[in-house]
């Protein structure tokens, strides 16, 4: 059992830079694939970035790759996302995730993934 709680959204200008932080209690995160996903009303919850857990190989969304840095330390039970070159479309709830047994392609799809927490809101003002 993982329970997760996301932190360090906040109202940022187009262009500036955020990191997001994803705590785990419960079990550790390194037996865990580990996501990013983000969601805005009316639409469909939308990958942004994964860490595998037996590699660490990251993984990225087209809209933010270059952009979007996903790292974990499993020290510490954490997740972040370090997030530069901010954009309006990049405002939404962004919610971590984490997964068991879960690699490659699958790490896309918001089905595979056992745990999520609440959410924390992106705002990019233009």
């Known amino acids: 059992q993982v329970t997760l709680v996301e932190s360090g959204g906040g109202l940022m200008e187009t262009g500036a830079s955020l990191r997001l932080s994803c705590a785990a209690s419960?079990?550790?995160?390194?037996?865990?694939?580990m996501a990013w996903f983000r969601q805005v009303p009316e639409k469909e919850r939308e990958f942004v970035a994964a860490?595998?857990?037996?590699?660490?190989?990251?993984y990225y969304a087209a809209s933010v790759k270059g952009r979007f840095s996903v790292s974990r330390d499993n020290a510490k039970n954490i997740l972040y996302l370090e997030m530069n070159s901010l954009k309006p479309e990049d405002t939404a709830v962004y919610l971590c995730?984490?997964?068991?047994?879960?690699?490659?392609?699958?790490?896309?799809?918001?089905?595979?993934?056992?745990?999520w927490g609440q959410g924390t809101q992106v705002t990019v003002s233009s």
């Open positions: 995730a984490a997964a068991a047994s879960v690699w490659g392609s699958e790490l896309y799809k918001t089905w595979n993934y056992n745990f």
């Open positions: 419960g079990d550790s995160l390194s037996a865990f694939s």
């Open positions: 860490v595998e857990y037996s590699s660490e190989r990251p």
